[in-house]
T-cell receptor, first 112, second 110 residues
C-alpha cells in the first residue's frame, strides 16, 4: 500500500539546523518531494529527488534518501524565522497516473 | 509562471447545499487533482483527472464528484454538503516531475 509518515512538530532555535524526517512504504516510488506551506498559502515545491539518487543539495537544503530503509530527510541549514511553515513529504508511487501521496506534514517552529 | 486559480479563498455553505469548487490552470497540463487538507492528516486525494472527460477516484471520493469538460478547468462538486466536509480544498496540476498548487479554498459547512 501507499503510505507516507512524518512527525507532526519540530521546534528549533534560529541559526540551528533543522532535520525533518519522512518514511514511505512504496519501494518502487520514482520521485520523492518536499513541499512547504506557509500560513494561508498553497503548497510550494522546495525540492525533489529521483529514487536512484541518495543525496541532493540546493543552497541551504539537503535531501538524503535511504532507499533500503525507505527514509527521506530534509535538512535546513542556518534555520531562519522565515522557514517556519508546514513541510510535506510526498511520493509518486508505482502504478501510474502520476498522483502524489502526501504525509501529514511537519510543522516547523523557529524560535529566537 | 504556471498559474492555478481556485475561484474562492473562503466559502460558507449550509448543510445539504450543492457546492461547486472551481479550479483553472493556464498551462495546458493534462493532470489535475483535488485534495483536501485537514490538520494531522495532511493532504488526501479526492479525485484526479488525466485528460478531458477522464476522472479517477482518489483515496476519499465519497460525497464528491468532479467534472472536466475543458482541459483548463477541473471542478469539484459536493452533491449534498455535510459538516464533515468542512476543510481546506487544494487543486493541483502536474507536468513531468512537478506539481503546482492553487491557494486553496477554505470551505465551512454549517
Amino acid at each position: 500500500g501507499e503510505d507516507v509518515e512524518q512527525s507532526l512538530f519540530l521546534s528549533v532555535r534560529e541559526g540551528d539546523s533543522s532535520v525533518i524526517n519522512c518514511t514511505y512504504t512504496d519501494s518502487s516510488s520514482t520521485y520523492l518531494y518536499w513541499y512547504k506551506q506557509e500560513p494561508g498559502a498553497g503548497l510550494q515545491l522546495l525540492t525533489y529527488i529521483f529514487s536512484n539518487m541518495d543525496m541532493k543539495q540546493d543552497q541551504r537544503l539537503t535531501v538524503l534518501l535511504n532507499k533500503k530503509d525507505k527514509h527521506l530527510s530534509l535538512r535546513i541549514a542556518d534555520t531562519q524565522t522565515g522557514d517556519s511553515a508546514i513541510y510535506f513529504c510526498a511520493e509518486i508511487p508505482s502504478g501510474g497516473y502520476n498522483k502524489l501521496i502526501f504525509g501529514a506534514g511537519t510543522r516547523l517552529a523557529v524560535h529566537p | 509562471d504556471v498559474k492555478v486559480t481556485q475561484s474562492s479563498r473562503y466559502l460558507v455553505k449550509r448543510t445539504g447545499e450543492k457546492v461547486f469548487l472551481e479550479c483553472v490552470q493556464d498551462m495546458d497540463h493534462e493532470n489535475m487533482f483535488w485534495y483536501r487538507q485537514d490538520p494531522g492528516l495532511g493532504l488526501r486525494l479526492i479525485y484526479f483527472s488525466y485528460d478531458v472527460k477522464m476522472k479517477e477516484k482518489g483515496d476519499i471520493p465519497e460525497g464528491y464528484s468532479v467534472s472536466r469538460e475543458k482541459k483548463e478547468r477541473f471542478s469539484l462538486i459536493l452533491e449534498s454538503a455535510s459538516t464533515n466536509q468542512t476543510s481546506m480544498y487544494l487543486c493541483a496540476t502536474k507536468l513531468g516531475t512537478e506539481a503546482f498548487f492553487g491557494q486553496g479554498t477554505r470551505l465551512t459547512v454549517v
